[in-house]
């Protein structure tokens, strides 16, 4: 059973009673919430993701709700609930889904340890996969959104989970965050993307959540071999440009963006050599999305 | 070795990897070394000339005379003062790392 296989009203009725047990890449993730904005947006986005119908094990236990206080009548907020804990500080309401998004990021960069996670967009092609590490900022989500958008598989926009062995990626595909310029972007470069509402003020500027395709969901079992690690770098009006990174130093760039190298320690060292081990890396520059994307499909053809 | 002999360096304890305390786990790159410290959780990148001095202190102590020797000879490099200098130096990276100590002699 689906998501979608729901109508909104049961989706809304089941979201504020027992709660619907999503399954997002190996997780379980069970949601409760009274929150109209939550539960559109997941209507909206989340509508190819399976439902897990047992009464099995959860993964993370959230819940998203407006405190019962006086305060909701001239500015509502939205707390976020982890095991019945609340992990952050209250957000105004408006901010409701990208809470969800960015609380379900914390639960698994704080509690899965399973894998060796690196903040990166993953995506993949003939058998492929690419990790694309970076900052904030330096265009990441955007190419993800733009690759997945020309037919690459997302595996993940957020998080690569590289297995102990490090030779494979497991998928975790989820709704592609953008951010400011970038949804607009987006919108342009593909009139079929399918965007959530935009939330403004966040403290990554405005956000916006683009749907992943059906195939990135039906396929998320299916774990991959890393063939690239490739950092990209938006420079406005620069050629694509690829620059071998050696990889001492990508390793270096790798520690720098995981969230659990530190939990892993040795096995996270291991994990992160062999995945280099059987990888090219690259630094990229690009301002065109069209061009790198070219690109990038020529490097995965054989 | 003695402290009269003007071209060696005054220092004459022995440097070595507290094998007792941490490990080290290697990993060998076209472009260099890797090297995890178990103790401190760090990751370290070294050139191979640095990666040699810490692998030879690593299988046995060696005051930066014989760590110079030592490194000279397997890398076919000349026993020279530069060689003395560049020794030193690493060792204090190192240490400052904690990726060697240093023995005090006993009296």
Known sequence: ?302 | MTSSDASIPSDSGRWYVNSALFQLKWHQWEEGYSVFHTGSGETHTLDDLSAQCLKLLESSPSNIPELSAKLAQSLSLDLDDDLHEYVDKILQQFEYLGLVEKKRVSI
């Open chain 1, 1 to 302: 059973m689906y998501l979608s296989d729901l109508s909104l009203a049961q989706l809304k009725k089941e979201l504020q009673q027992q709660g619907i047990r999503l399954r997002i890449g190996p997780f379980v993730v069970s949601l409760k919430s009274s929150i109209a904005s939550v539960q559109s947006c997941l209507s909206l986005l989340y509508d190819s993701y399976p439902l897990a119908l047992d009464e099995g094990f959860s993964d993370f236990h959230i819940r998203l709700d407006t405190p019962p206080s006086y305060r909701r009548f001239y500015k509502p907020q939205v707390r976020f609930y982890f095991d019945e804990r609340e992990p952050f500080k209250p957000l105004p309401i408006a901010h409701a889904f990208p809470l969800f998004e960015w609380g379900l990021n914390w639960c698994i960069a704080k509690y899965v340890h399973q894998y060796l996670i690196i903040h990166s967009a993953v995506l993949e092609k003939n058998g492929k996969a690419i990790i694309l590490p970076g900052a904030p900022g330096a265009g990441k989500s955007t190419l993800c959104a733009a690759m997945m958008l020309r037919g690459w598989r997302l595996l993940s926009d957020e998080m690569a989970l590289i297995s102990p062995s490090g030779q494979r990626v497991r998928p975790i595909p989820r709704p592609v965050a953008l951010k400011n310029d970038s949804i607009e972007i987006i919108r342009a470069f593909d009139k079929s993307a399918v965007l959530g509402p935009k939330s403004y003020d966040t403290s990554k500027g405005t956000v916006a959540h683009l749907r992943p395709t059906h195939d990135c969901i039906t396929r998320a079992d299916e774990d991959v071999n890393v063939r690239f690690v490739i950092m990209p770098k938006y420079q406005k009006d620069s050629h694509t440009k690829f620059m071998q990174l050696a990889k001492p130093e990508m390793l270096n760039q790798l520690i720098r963006n995981s969230f659990n190298y530190n939990v892993m320690r040795e096995s996270g060292f291991d994990a992160a050599c062999k995945l280099l081990d059987q990888s090219e890396c690259f630094d990229l520059v690009y301002s065109d999305l069209g061009d790198v994307i070219k690109h990038l499909d020529e490097l995965v053809m054989f």
